[in-house]
């Protein structure tokens, strides 16, 4: 991309680019201020993505569905382990691809806990409110 001239105007709500430090967000904190945070900082998505169901963000929520998802998985394998032992294969053969489809989740729900938790401890070294939005 060329070089833009100071002198030529801008489309509106151009950016210049910015190193990824340099990134910031401007979200509602828990206070009702307008907040700065960087990517690292903002963890899992806040907003409610306009569904009926308001979506689990905080690390505590994240852990509870992880580990209860980590549970499930579980009970999945045990499934596995009595079917082997039962000689009943035939049925493994059939629904072998709900255990790849349940990995799926099962990594994103471990991740974003992670992700928050990472930043929540970002967030309290700046003495940062958690954002609502």
């Given at each position: 991309m060329?070089?833009?001239?100071?002198?030529?105007?801008?489309?509106?709500?151009?950016?210049?680019?910015q190193p990824p430090e340099a990134r910031v967000m401007h979200r509602l904190g828990e206070n009702g201020e307008m907040v700065a945070y960087t990517e690292e900082e903002y963890g899992v998505r806040k907003d409610d993505g306009l569904g009926i169901i308001k979506p689990v963000n905080s690390?505590?929520?994240?852990?509870?569905?992880?580990?209860?998802?980590?549970?499930?998985?579980?009970?999945?394998?045990?499934?596995?382990?009595?079917?082997?032992?039962?000689?009943?294969?035939?049925?493994?053969?059939?629904?072998?691809?709900?255990?790849?489809?349940?990995?799926?989740?099962?990594?994103a729900g471990w991740a974003g806990y992670v992700k928050e938790r990472k930043a929540e401890k970002l967030r309290k070294e700046r003495n940062l409110p958690r954002p609502v939005e």
């Open positions: 060329a070089k833009r001239n100071r002198d030529v105007p801008q489309e509106p709500g151009y950016l210049p680019y690390s505590g929520g994240l852990l509870v569905l992880s580990l209860l998802m980590t549970a499930l998985f579980g009970l999945m394998l045990y499934g596995v382990v009595q079917m082997a032992l039962t000689d009943q294969w035939n049925i493994m053969g059939e629904i072998w691809w709900m255990y790849v489809l349940v990995l799926f989740p099962l990594f």
